[in-house]
């Protein structure tokens, strides 16, 4: 068994019993006035980063609604207009995905080299708002390979947001707060399934035919206006670096901001060289097993949500019209936001990952298990439950990989970028597990996806394993040198 020190090349120890509190003081009262005028500060910072970072949620809400429009269009026509045929509208969905597979580690490797990350993030949320948009123009002509060529360009953009939004979060927030800043960020996948069908089940069922133009059209037209909308607004709202201007704070706030940063690297550990988050970085993870196997833990995830790209379709297997079955849809993705942010809480709180996340999956490999049983209205409803409840499962996993491959900056952003490359393939395989030949059951899909959650709580545990012998290999080694426990894995 190697040592923690040859283990550990990537990844950081975690703070133990030393730990900070959630706003970033020691939790240990002190009168120091010093003491009390730092607390003040960060309060006054952590309240106005807040503010800013909060607008990320309404980016992701944005950035799940034209990822699963497609989805709600199909039940109004989309499908037919285009002519698509046999797998087609599948390819459809994976090509968004394929073009996030290309572009989310070089974009996290550009984020390491800019000042002004609020403008790139922004300017490519403009463009994939555009691009949306444009789709709507390209299926007026009713050419489906000009749609699926803009479904790709689309994720090419879009991939540059979420490893991008998680790096940004990182730069500014401690380790210990940084898990429930990105769950409250990712929780945006509810509130964007429950508005999302809320808004698209209006436009479909009001705007047909208007200015000559089909309902699920002007879905499109609709969401990539908004999404260009909020895309420039964001170059003015989002916070760039710490070690950069920030004139929305005191120069105290500021200057506090850098330290935090500071010293929160200082915990991780023996210091690392200066990392250029160049071609190195990614190629120490590409021969990192590690890295490998999380990734392939986070595919089999991603895949095993898939169900959330065809909510709409399963909603319409209980037979409802397609306005009814969008309203259907909103209910279970609000109890999912609810259940999101409080089990990532709790996931915080208690510093435990892996349990949180079974959890999680447990309750979807249930919703699969009721909806392969029968095809009872009220049973298939209440399944539908269970399986927006495990959306939190990839929020957990997530903040784990960013707790644990979390060394340098540059390195944390192409850990990010490159987990969720990998993760992403999940996501380009997993419209082939929803044929409509295999509906209106989809027995063979659950199926699927029930292995599919089984292997990544598998790959999981066995990570859990591996990093409780470093934590373990650490105390003793503490313990023949007489020293104070110092950090650990987060398990």
Known sequence: M????????????EVGESAQSVYGTSPSSNDDPECISRK?????????????TAYLVLIYILNQMDRNNAAAARLRGFEEDLGMKGTQFNTLISSLYIGYVFMQTPSNLILTRIARP??????????????????GVFCCITIYYQALYSRFLVGFLEATFYPGAVYLLSRWYKREE???????FTAGIGVSNAFGSLLASGILATMEGFLGYAAWRWLFFIEGYLTVLVGICGMFILPNYPSGPASWLTPAEHALARKRMEEDSEGHGVAEPTSSGGFSDVLSLMTDWRAWLVG??????????????FFPTLAATMGYSPTISLLLCTPPWIMSTITAVTVARHSDATRERFGHMVFALLMLITGYVLAMSTMNITVRYISLFFMAQAQVSNVILLTWISNTFARSSSKRAIAIGFMNCIGTSGNTLAPYIWPSSWGPTYTKSYLICIVLASSCISLSWVFRRHLKRLNKAAGEEERELNLTKGYRYLL
């Open 2 to 13: 190697s040592s923690p020190s040859e283990s550990s090349s990537l990844l950081h120890l």
């Open 40 to 52: 003040v500060v960060e309060r006054n910072l952590l309240r106005k980063l807040d503010f800013r």
């Open 296 to 309: 392939t833990a986070l595919s089999c995830c991603n895949a095993s949500l898939s169900f959330n790209m």
């Open 178 to 184: 940084l898990g429930y800043r990105t769950a409250f």
């Open 118 to 135: 609020s403008l790139y993030l922004s300017s490519c949320m403009s463009l994939w708002g555009l691009l949306t948009t444009l789709i």
